[in-house]
């Protein structure tokens, strides 16, 4: 029987009918991003999705380098037909335009000074059977290599009782990334590799599950940036390279000093949300565009 191409997956699971009505408006959303990132000619390289349990719970954890890495974690997801639900800061749900369609997509809320409550919401989750994302360095690297990681994703997989799915994404911070002006660039290449379950072994504390998942994150990203189609144009296009690859991005010390603001008081992972994401890069377009009239 011949396994179905990357593209005829998302045909399927994304154009086609809804095994669950609950999934609608999530779904609906990714058709949205996909009409976007197919307008602008992205090409996608995505490994390993069959990692993914296809049932049951379990935690994606990434790597972070753009915003719009929540939406190439999903693709990912999309040929095991999973929907990630996303961490995000409790007041985007109070908001009346995000807010009913982060609930509809079943997303996490998190109160910053109450963590507690929404690691023990997540863990629910996982133990629902949902497959949970989480960013564990909680802020987008400036390095674009696997900064320090939270250990929240470990501590809800041992909780929990799920495996932990590392993954490793490259390409779409040259597109929109902290610190850098939006550019939507035609044909850029975006890799999305998903590893080998790191499970819990009976009695391993959450500590250890971190080490391994951060060693698999590591490797997988490793392999993300070694078969990347695209070098740098020039000297002045070396920014999205790390430094030990031969790029000017700042070393992993130097971004730790970058990011500290972003992580501080930080109890468990938060990032803004997918909604929040989108409207910062289309309103850094806008904004843009009108200074260009």
């Not at 929907?83 to 995000?88: P, Q």
């Not at 674009?144 to 250990?151: M, N, Y």
């Not at 799915?165 to 902290?178: D, I, N, Q």
């Not at 790029?247 to 970058?258: D, L, S, V």
């Amino acid at each position: 029987m011949q396994t179905p191409s990357w593209r005829d997956v998302v045909r399927r699971d994304l154009f086609g009918p809804s095994p669950d009505p609950c999934d609608r408006p999530y779904r609906l959303v990714i058709r949205a991003f996909l009409v976007v990132l197919k307008l602008f000619g992205f090409r996608f390289d995505v490994r390993g999705s069959q990692h993914l349990p296809r049932e049951g719970g379990a935690v994606i954890a990434s790597n972070h380098v753009s915003y719009f890495d929540f939406t190439y974690l999903e693709l990912a997801a999309l040929p095991q037909r999973r929907l990630v639900r996303f961490m995000a800061k409790a007041s985007v749900f109070d908001n009346r335009f995000a807010g009913p369609p982060m609930r509809a997509m079943q997303h996490i809320p998190v109160d910053r000074t109450a963590g507690v409550a929404a690691f023990d919401e997540a863990v629910r989750a996982l133990k629902d059977g949902k497959v949970v994302g989480v960013f564990p360095e909680a802020t987008i690297s400036s390095s674009f290599t696997v900064q320090d990681l939270k250990a929240g994703a470990a501590r809800m997989a041992v909780q929990a009782g799920v495996p932990v799915v590392p993954a490793a994404l490259w390409g779409g911070h040259r597109v929109a990334t902290k610190n850098r002006r939006v550019v939507l660039r035609r044909g850029v290449p975006v890799t999305v590799l998903l590893g080998a379950p790191v499970v819990p072994e009976p009695g391993e504390k959450a500590q250890s599950v971190l080490r391994r998942t951060r060693a698999a994150m590591e490797a997988l990203l490793e392999e993300a940036q070694r078969s990347y189609p695209d070098s740098p144009a020039g000297d002045d296009d070396r920014w999205w390279l790390p430094a030990h690859l031969g790029g000017t991005a700042p070393t992993p010390e130097q971004a730790r000093a970058i990011d500290l603001d972003d992580v501080r008081g930080t109890a468990v992972t938060v990032q803004r949300s997918p909604l929040q994401k989108v409207r910062h890069v289309f309103g850094s377009l806008v904004t843009r565009r009108r200074r260009g009239r």
